[in-house]
């Protein structure tokens, strides 16, 4: 059937008029053709540019946001905590300067302590056996303080007679009235004021007077 069909259309014949009109016209649907499928294809390779730009911007936005989120928070929030520590680290060492000052002048205090002990234990330790038992530590203790007093050398014709004590308020004092006549250079009174601020602890003046007259003989402040 086939090869009949063939043979049918190889014998028929056309006018040269036609025939060009039929081979224009397959020419004009070739281009026709042509001229959509490259319109499509344009169309499409720009639908496929605009898509893969848009899939790169908001994954290119996303990755800045979680940048954002995984740098900038925490560089804030550092700056932010130093900012903090600063002042405590201001204050922390501040307070260790203070501490190291109180500690060196609690040492000084300590030091200035134990060496006035230990120089007043020297001085006690010259003082006549006969005085240092009636050493104390106040001025109120009168029966110890009579004996230091009442057993005192004192210079040229002066003897003990009685004696005085000022407990109320510093300055705490210590008169001693002596009967008699002598010297009243006060360098000769100095070791007797010497030997009395040694035994008494807290004693702050000694002075010496004339129980008839009661002139000053002379007065010494520790």
Known sequence: MKTKYQNYMDRQHVSPELHQKLTKLKGKEQKTVIHW???????????????????????FSGVS???????????????????????????????????AAVKESGDFQAAKTEAAEEESAEDVAAIDETLTQYATDFIGDAPNVV????????????????????????????????TGNGTQE?????????????????????????????????SFRR
Do not use: C
Not at 45 to 51: D, Y
Not at 149 to 177: F, N, R
């Open 37 to 59: 499928q490259k319109w499509a294809v344009l169309a499409a390779s720009l639908i496929l540019v605009i898509g893969i730009g848009l899939f790169a911007a908001r994954r």
């Open 65 to 99: 946001s979680n940048a954002a989120g995984a740098d900038g928070a925490p560089a804030m929030e550092f700056s932010s905590q130093a900012e903090e520590a600063a002042p405590m680290e201001a204050d922390s060492a501040a307070g260790a300067a203070s501490e």
């Open 147 to 178: 004996g230091i007093a009442s057993h005192m050398t004192y210079p040229g014709q002066w003897q003990y007679d009685h004696v005085e004590l000022h407990t109320d308020a510093p300055p705490y004092g210590l008169d001693i009235y002596l």
């Open 186 to 218: 006060e360098t000769e009174f100095q070791p007797l004021a010497d030997t009395a601020f040694a035994l008494i602890g807290n004693l702050d003046q000694v002075t010496f007077l004339s129980s008839e007259t009661g002139d000053e003989i002379a």
